[in-house]
């Protein structure tokens, strides 16, 4: 991956320097710099957007240089509640004083099951992770061990490990649309060639021939059933009915849709109940927790799997579970989610109109995105990274999206209105007089997660 160039890195803004020296400092300290990709200020405006924060509270958190912000990026999704939310927190404070983890087992890890399988259409059976990486290597080792089989068909982004990045050994451009463009595979076994294999989103028969040459090879196909459109009609009946008919298992991968779509994810919404869905991210509103649930013939078989670890059941993320799974319901968040992304889409159309600036708001309403309606992908970026830059400068942090939470209300959206009006203006001055780079105070952002779920 391409870093900023040194005279980039020389320049960032002074609101930001604090955060840039402490990412430099990172840069010597942590290979990459971050733990979380999606965290590298590269994805942002470098050197302006800021890195390190020191307190967060409801819908915004303040940077290591004093400056506040609105996230509109959710803690990477993993924030549904808002920050700090105070029915969470203490839940998970009266836990703490009661003991994170002993050597035997709580009550907790069933009463989450328990409410899990209320709330879940395929549950039946659960298993627990700290995160959607593992959680889905979990399920995919639970697919291989119940079928009796190798291979896994995916689509769309499933995390960091061997089973996923495997996808890359035979051709480097297998992994292009679902997560980085040129990913080397590096530290995973060669062995491993040929168990990945991706399909495109939204071609059901193109997954039917794939299922086709590998008839009777394949453990399971998982996916992202939808992450901010919705999926074209009938697709994901077919592609139920194609793994079905071949014997494989279906895996929803849930972790960035969450409890967004309604309380009991996505499977409601779009009507197709999988094999088995895998959860992160919002299902704790920010404290470590993920689970994998499934149908119990999918299920039982990983009693005799060796699949353990110490830390996948601490009362903390159980508790945090508990908790945000039940708020959500009790607050309704999906709706309210869902009717801030229509003010957010209707005020920013409305608001790049009065500019002439050639932006729409697309996407599902939970989670909508802005498209620069330009020829030029070159340009399209660029006035991407020009939002980003100039939205960051006027405290409000994001992508060129929205990932929305019960926390951010009636302010938050003013405060971004009048911020998009006066980033449209300068956009539409430099488009007149084509001086867009000009305007560009950083390196073009990266474009970490090109994936062809939408």
Known sequence: MNHPSPQARATFSPRVSRSMELYQRAEELIPGGTQLISRRPTRFA???????????????????????????????????????DPVVDEAVLRQVHNGVMTSINHELELELAELLIETIPCAEMVRYAKGGGDACAVAVRIARGTTGRDKILFCGYHG??????????????????????????????????G??????????????????????????????P???????????????????????????????????????GVQPVVGVTPDMAVFAKSISNGY?????????????????????????????????????????????????CRDLGKRLKSGIEKTAAATGVPVSSVGVDYHPHLQFDVA????????????????????????????????????????????????????????????IDELLQCELRQDAFRRLVR
């Open 46 to 84: 470098y050197g302006v957007s800021p890195a390190f924060f020191t307190r967060a509270k409801g819908a915004r958190f303040w940077d290591v240089d004093g400056n506040e912000y609105i996230d509109w990026v959710s803690g990477i999704g993993a924030i549904i509640l808002g920050y700090c």
């Open 160 to 193: 960091w490990h061997d089973w996923y990045l495997a996808a890359n050994l035979g051709a480097d451009s297998s992994l292009n649309e679902h997560l980085f463009s040129g990913i080397e595979p590096i530290g995973v076994p060669r062995a491993l060639e």
């Open 195 to 224: 168990t990945a294999i991706p399909f495109p989103y939204g071609d059901a028969d193109a997954l039917g021939e794939t299922l086709d040459a590998n008839r009777g090879e394949v453990a399971a196909v998982i996916m992202e």
């Open 226 to 264: 939808l992450r901010s459109a919705e999926p074209p009609e009938g697709y994901l009946k077919r592609v139920a009915d194609l793994a079905q008919q071949h014997g494989a298992l279906l895996i929803f991968d849930e972790v960035s849709t969450g409890f967004r779509p309604s309380a009991g």
């Open 288 to 336: 470590p927790m993920g689970a994998v649930v499934g149908r119990r013939d999918a299920m039982e078989p990983a009693s005799r799997m060796f699949i353990s670890s110490t830390y996948w059941s601490d009362t903390i993320g159980l508790a945090a579970a508990i908790t945000t799974l039940k708020e959500v319901a009790a607050r309704d968040v999906p709706a309210y």
């Open 376 to 435: 030029d992908e070159s340009l399209k970026t660029k006035l991407a990274t020009l939002y980003i830059q100039e939205m960051a400068k006027r405290g409000c942090h994001g992508y060129a999206s929205f990932y929305l939470n019960a926390a951010q209300g009636d302010a938050e959206v003013e405060q971004t209105m009048q911020a998009a009006a006066e980033a449209f203006a300068l956009m539409a001055e430099g488009l007149d007089r084509g001086n």
